[in-house]
């Protein structure tokens, strides 16, 4: 009965997300591409991927250098 029980639930948590995703606005995929291609280019000097890091504004790079005897 426990098993019925929990397939239940999980069948009712499916249907719940189900319902959420049906209920969300769509928008068309040219729309939305047109918009990302706009914000990109707006930001694109800003973006470290394009850019680059500086190496003193870098907080990954390593403190301390390799020394090998």
Same mark, same amino acid.
């Given at each position: 009965?426990?098993?019925?029980? #929990?397939? !239940?639930? %999980?069948?009712?948590?499916? +249907? @719940? %997300?189900?319902? !959420? =995703?049906?209920?969300? =606005?769509?928008?068309?995929? /040219?729309?939305?591409?047109? @918009? ?5 280019? =707006? ?6 991927? !394009?850019?680059? !890091?500086?190496? /003193?504004? #870098?907080?990954?790079? @390593?403190?301390? /250098?390799? +020394?090998?005897?």
């Amino acid at each position: 009965m426990c098993s019925s029980s #929990n397939s !239940i639930i %999980q069948t009712q948590k499916l +249907v @719940d %997300q189900l319902r !959420i =995703e049906a209920s969300m =606005e769509r928008f068309k995929i /040219s729309l939305t591409a047109a @918009d990302l291609v706009q914000y990109c280019q =707006e930001h694109r000097r800003s973006d470290p991927l !394009i850019t680059g !890091i500086s190496a /003193s504004s #870098n907080p990954f790079k @390593d403190k301390k /250098s390799c +020394v090998l005897l």
